[in-house]
């Protein structure tokens, strides 16, 4: 097997005497999707911070690549996460620049990652918009008279364009209407296989879960309390807390 993408070890995190983290550890293997899972609160976001550097645990670490992401200084950091790196948030206008056009909002991220050239950075955001099923005529818009699907679209294209290694993803289906979830999630499995991307998916969402990662990770107050393939975990769960999980989400 080859040798992990992303690991944590031993990561523990307090707020005062709250837990958040409590001893977690995990591997992403690269080319896969890692599903994690839990009610608010369960500290599966807290967990995403600080998988990409964007909060310090107390105790344990994350290793990117076999290198240990808080030797590596915030410079280093920032350039992870404008190149190897990407992070889809759940609310979209996190993830845009409002008073960008949408295409702006694409070709921000190809500069950042050191491409110049005009023509190319317009033809790349054209392709991308039309990737995520936005209409191309639409480039000069901004992100604000877009509806919030398709913002998160135009955010999954902003991220997905510097065909980063590891993408971060914050409850992508947040908020958005069934219908528009489903049709979200469709595109990101597409794009997920396309491109042979590693992703972290921390989701509420079990249907979520089940239709985009291999693996999955269940968290219950800053633990993890049950791992595995996710056809296991959720036919045959093991622990009284990820059988609650599944037996809400049947009886809905």
């Given at each position: ?208 879960a089940r239709l985009l990662a291999g693996r999955i990770l269940v ?5 993890v309390v049950e791992q595995g393939l996710t056809e296991r975990v ?5 622990h009284p807390y990820t059988q609650l999980l599944v037996s809400s989400?049947?009886?809905?």
């Amino acid at each position: 097997m080859s040798a992990p993408l992303l690991s944590a070890e031993g990561l523990t995190l307090r707020f005062g005497r709250v837990p958040a983290l409590l001893g977690v550890s995990l591997d992403l293997f690269p080319g896969e999707v890692l599903a994690i899972v839990g009610e608010s609160g369960s500290g599966k976001t807290t967990l995403l911070r600080v998988l990409s550097g964007q909060a310090a645990p107390q105790e344990g670490r994350v290793l990117y690549r076999g290198q240990d992401i808080a030797a590596m200084g915030e410079a280093a950091l920032r350039r992870l996460l404008r190149s190897e790196w990407g992070y889809v948030h759940q609310n979209p206008r996190d993830g845009l620049r409002m008073s960008v056009s949408a295409g702006g909002n694409v070709g921000e991220r190809l500069m950042a990652a050191g491409v110049r050239h005009y023509g190319r950075i317009r033809a790349a955001a054209r392709e991308w918009l039309a990737r995520v099923e936005i209409d191309p005529a639409r480039m000069d818009d901004l992100p604000g008279t877009f509806s919030g699907g398709m913002q998160q679209r135009l955010q999954i294209a902003r991220t997905l364009v510097t065909h980063p290694a590891l993408v971060f993803m914050d409850e992508p289906t947040g908020g958005l209407d069934v219908s528009v979830q489903a049709r979200l999630l469709d595109l990101i499995r597409g794009l997920v296989a396309d491109l042979g991307l590693s992703v972290l998916l921390v989701t509420h969402d079990i249907a979520a879960a089940r239709l985009l990662a291999g693996r999955i990770l269940v968290m219950r107050r800053g633990e993890v309390v049950e791992q595995g393939l996710t056809e296991r975990v959720l036919e045959d769960p093991q622990h009284p807390y990820t059988q609650l999980l599944v037996s809400s989400v049947l009886a809905a």
